[in-house]
C-alpha cells in the first residue's frame, strides 16, 4: 500500500518533460508536451478535414462541421445576444482543447487539465474575455456601472465575483480532472485488468466531456451577462 501511496503522489506531480538548455535551463512540463500535441493535432485535422470544400456537393464530412460550427453559433448567439459572432471562434477553439485534453487520458497520455497551472491560464483567459468584451462593449463607465446591476447594494458580491469566477472555473475542471485521474489510478491498483476499462468510459470520457460543457457554458453566460443589450 506504500509502494501504491509513493507511485500516486508521483504521478499528482507535474513532472518535467525535459529542460531547454538557455538562461540556465527552462524546464518544460509534461502537461505542456501534451497540450503541444493537441495543438498539432487540431491544427492537422483542421489542414485534412477543410481540404476540399464544396459549396455545390458538400460531403458528409463537410455536412458534419456545418451542422457542429452551426450548433456552436447557435450556443454562443442565445447566451451572448447580437454580438455573439466574434465570440464564437475562442468559445469553439476552447471547447476543443479542453474537451480533447480530457479525453486523451484513454490514450495512456497525462490530461493537461490535471495540472492546475493549466487550469488556472484557461480560467485567467476566460476572464480577460468576459471583462474585456464587458468594457469594450459598454464604455469604460458603462463598464463600471455593471458592477452595481441589478442595484447598488450588490456592489461588493459584484466586485468579489471578479475574483470568484475564474477560481471557481479553474478548481471545477482541475478537481473533477484530477479526482477522475486519481479514482482511475485506484482502480488500476485494485484489479488492473477488468475495472480500469470499465471506468474509463465514465471518467475518462462521459465525465471529462461534461467539464468541457460546463467550463464553456459558464465563460459564455458570464460574457453574455457583460454585454447583452437592454430590453
Known sequence: ????????????????????????????????????IIMALLTVLSLVLTRKLSVRSPGRVQAALEWAVQFLNGFVKTNIGSRWRPFAP???????????????????LTPPTKDISVTTALAVLSMLLIYGAQFRYNGLLGGLKKF?????????????EVVIRPLALCMRLFGNILGAYII?????????????????????????????VVFVFLTTL???????EEE
Open 90 to 108: 475562442w468559445l469553439g477553439t476552447v471547447a476543443l482543447y479542453i474537451g480533447l485534453s480530457n479525453l486523451i487520458g484513454i490514450f495512456g
Open 1 to 36: 500500500m506504500e509502494a501504491f501511496k509513493e507511485s500516486l503522489v508521483s504521478e499528482l506531480g507535474n513532472k518535467t518533460a525535459f529542460t531547454i538548455p538557455v538562461l540556465g535551463g527552462i524546464p518544460v512540463a509534461d502537461s505542456v508536451v501534451v497540450s503541444w
Open 184 to 212: 482511475m489510478e485506484m482502480l488500476k491498483f485494485v484489479a488492473p485488468a477488468v475495472l480500469p476499462a470499465v471506468f474509463s468510459i465514465y471518467f475518462d470520457l462521459f465525465d471529462g466531456l461534461i467539464q468541457t
Open 148 to 160: 452595481a446591476e441589478p442595484m447598488p447594494l450588490l456592489l461588493p458580491i459584484n466586485l468579489m
Open 222 to 228: 458570464f460574457t453574455g451577462e457583460g454585454i447583452k
